[in-house]
């Protein structure tokens, strides 16, 4: 098995008397495609929240590359290599696609805090930011206004932010969440190209897309791990199938 | 931070930038031809209107005024009702200096207003920006409330209530008089002064921190998830925000050669808000057309109708706040974008 990117240890949080997340331990290899599913609920959001830094847990660690960063701040954590999308769009909607793929790349690489030379003299972050917009086959939008842009291709937005971070992990929070399942073939067709080593986290709702995309599947139910294993194990294991599965219709 | 950007010329864009976003990315900096208008009305205004160059000086230091707002509330989104607490930091500081004789030379006094303003933006900002919303603007105006109740209560250095009168200002570079009469060295001073402070903010809105600003705007929680340190962000606009707002009440001070409480009371606070919306905020040259707008309307509607002039500036900003987005300037943008769609 190729290295450990990231790891938890007995991961946990509580909201007042509400466990959300409990005594989760979890490992994610470099290269890993792994899909996290669960009914409504189940704490998958929480535990990407955990993971980030954006939540605090209440008991428990979180390891990268085999180091400690439970205490460590979101955006230190960026900066080692997580990043996150989000499951409503987090977008800097008034800006063109083109500068919210820029900002993104300007945090990255330590250009953000210059105040005396124009962004436009860093031809270095707009080209970077044009070839990923090209990769995403964004380009033709680079002018647009994000907000003037179809759901879809808002989706894509958001995956571009993340990908403009060059992340070891890369967390993916329902990345086709309110995408036409028409459309979803786009998203879809990005994350299929995501660099092989980086280790990737989905979660999602939408069993085509977790089969489509998911080496590991874990199966999370109020708040703890229930079961892990290969697509066709997690397919085939009627525990999950009686919780999950054959609620939602995908089955 | 890294600062070896290779300088391009127009004509080297390498092949990626051949997209149109790229290019205008890159070519966003540029001076336009139209921004030079305003200076150049200035200018013209100078010679034209020499009877009224008081009310020019008064115009320009508006002017600055709202920029330096535009920077933090409309460029890094700090939604503030209390930047007259800078102004009035910056008056007072020129004000005292000045009125117990311990320094009275122009320039100099202006910069030391501005850090002034700037220290007093720096701590309240470090404790602020920690809020957003509706608590900061409270916070924002409580701050501001504060200062003016702190220089009311010190009556026996800052005259309280009465405020500090006659000023003596030392002419510029030893040589040009501030004469309340003919107030001609007042513009001049104020206008490069403003062009000077124009030509920063200019600088700053294009950088790549201005525009990690306008994304911490655009959605600060996203800033928080692709590593900003936003708050230091936040807190350096505002910090450099009330330096300017200070140069703005310090230029006040002198060209007035008086400070008074009004210096910091929430009026101006407001006043310079209703500038910017009317004007376009995020936008740079919504302050001066703000500006503009706002004292040409005081300044005829007033003599119009003298006990109601507000009704009709009202009534102006009813009509922008409904039907622009971002008062005249995006309304501007608006039509011209139409005009040029159509001509297509």
Known sequence: MSEIRLETRALARQFGALVAVQAIDFKLAAGARHAVIGPNGAGKTTFINLLTGALPPSLGCVFLNGKDITHKSQAERVKLGVARTFQINRLFRGLSVLENVCISIAERVGVAPAMFYPIGRRTDVIDEAMDLLQVLKLAGDAANRVSELPYGRQRLVELAIAIGLKPQVLLLDEPAAGVASAESHIILGAIERLPQDMAVLIIEHDMDVVFRFAKRVTVMVGGALFAEGSPREIEANPQVRAVYLGQTGHG | MSVEATPVQPGSVVLRLDNQAARALVRRHYLRWWETLPWLAAAAFYFAFPAYLGFGTALLITILFALSLDLALGYAGIVTLGHAAFFGAGAYTVGLLAFHGIWTEPITSLLLAAIAAAAIGLASGLV??????????????????????????????????????????????????????????????????LLLCFTFIRALVYSPFGQSLTGIRENLLRMHAIGAPVRRRLVVCYTISAAIAGIAGGLWAQTNAYVNLSALDLDRAATVLIILILGGYGRLYGAFIGAVAYLALEHFLARVYPTAWQLGLGLLLVIVALYTRNGILGLGEVLWRRYRRAAK
């Open chain 2, 128 to 193: 602020l920006l920690r809020t957003q919303g509706l608590t900061l603007l409270m916070l924002t105006l409580c701050t501001m409330a504060l200062l003016q109740e702190a220089a009311n209560m010190a009556h026996n250095y800052t005259g309280g209530f009465d405020g500090l009168p006659s000023l003596d200002i030392a002419p510029l570079f030893g040589k040009f008089e501030f004469n309340p009469l003919y107030p001609d060295t007042q513009y001049l001073y104020t206008l490069a002064i």
